[in-house]
C-alpha cells in the first residue's frame, strides 16, 4: 500500500507542476477553477481506493441520474422488446 501511495502522490505532484505554473503563467482563472474542480475529486477517490475504502461505483451515480430520462423515452418512444 505504501508502494501505490507513493506513486500516485508523485503523479498527481507530476500532473500538477506540469500544469499549474502554465494555467498560473497565462491567468486562465477559469481553466484553473476547472482544473482544480476535476482534479480534487481525482485525488480523493485515487487515494480511497489505494486505502481500499468502501466507494461508490460512479457508473451507478450516472444509471440514477439518468434513469428518468430514459422512463420518459419509453414512455414517448414505447419499449423496444
Known amino acids: 500500500m505504501a508502494k501505490a501511495l507513493l506513486l500516485l502522490t508523485f503523479a498527481y505532484a507530476m500532473i500538477i ?10 491567468r486562465h ?7 482544480g474542480l476535476l482534479l480534487l475529486p481525482a485525488m ?6 489505494v486505502f481500499d475504502l468502501p466507494l461508490p461505483n460512479p457508473s451507478d451515480w450516472l ?3 439518468l434513469k428518468p430520462l430514459a422512463m420518459h423515452m419509453e ?4 419499449t423496444a422488446k
Not at 507542476?17 to 497565462?26: F, Q, S, V
Request: aromatic fraction near 14%; hydrophobic fraction near 55%.
Open 44 to 49: 480523493l477517490y485515487g487515494y480511497g481506493l
Open 63 to 65: 444509471t440514477a441520474a
Open 75 to 78: 414512455q414517448v418512444f414505447g
Open 29 to 35: 482563472r477559469r481553466e484553473l477553477l476547472a482544473f
Open 17 to 26: 507542476a506540469l500544469e499549474l505554473p502554465r494555467l498560473l503563467a497565462r
